[in-house]
C-alpha cells in the first residue's frame, strides 16, 4: 500500500536519510500493509503525537486516529505551525458527550457535548481538557466500557466518562 505523507516545518528535518522531493513541504512515499491509521504513520515515521498541531487526510483535518487507505494523501503539522491555521474550512466532525467527575471539574464542565475532527482518540480530549499528565491516574469509561489505550479512537456520539483514581 503506497501512501503520500507531506511533512511540514520542522517535522521535515527529522529526515534527512529519507529519500523526498525537493521543495516545501518534504513529501514522502510510506510502502507499508500494516498502515491502518496515522497514528501507524507517527510510528513509522518516530513522530511524537505531541509534536503534531494538524493533520490532514486527502484535505480534511483529521485526528491521528483517522483510518488511512492506499493512494491516500496525509499531511502533518507541527506544533510550531499551528497558529499558522486559523481557519479550517474542510473538517469531518464527530460529536461526543464528555462527562467529569469529581475533582477533574475543575478542568472544564461537568457534562457537555464537543465536537472532534473525524479520527481523534481518548489523547485527543485529554490534551483538550489539558489533563494528559493525569492520564496514569484516570479511569475512563467508553460507552460503559473501561478504555486502557490512549490512542483508542473515539466515535461519533460516544458517551466518555472521565474519573480521577
Do not use: C
Amino acid at each position: 500500500m503506497s501512501i503520500s505523507v507531506k511533512l511540514f516545518g520542522d517535522l521535515r528535518e527529522k529526515f534527512p536519510h529519507k529519500k523526498y522531493s525537493g521543495g516545501i513541504p518534504s513529501t514522502l512515499k510510506i510502502e507499508s500493509d500494516k498502515l491502518k491509521t496515522v497514528l501507524d504513520i507517527l510510528k513509522e515515521l518516530d513522530i511524537d503525537d505531541d509534536e503534531i498541531s494538524h493533520i490532514f487526510v486527502n484535505g480534511i483535518y483529521s485526528g491521528s486516529g483517522k483510518t488511512v487507505k492506499k493512494g491516500d494523501r496525509v499531511g502533518i503539522f507541527p506544533k510550531r505551525m499551528g497558529l499558522m491555521f486559523k481557519e479550517i474550512t474542510q473538517i469531518k466532525s464527530i460529536y461526543v458527550k464528555i462527562v467529569l467527575h469529581d475533582e477533574l471539574r475543575n478542568f472544564g464542565l461537568a457534562e457537555t457535548v464537543v465536537d472532534l475532527p473525524e479520527g481523534s482518540t481518548i489523547k485527543s480530549i485529554l490534551k483538550k481538557y489539558r489533563i494528559t499528565q493525569l492520564s496514569d491516574r484516570l479511569e475512563i469509561i467508553v460507552n460503559d466500557k473501561p478504555i486502557h489505550k490512549i490512542n483508542y479512537v473515539i466515535k461519533d456520539w460516544d458517551n466518555i466518562a472521565i474519573f480521577l483514581l
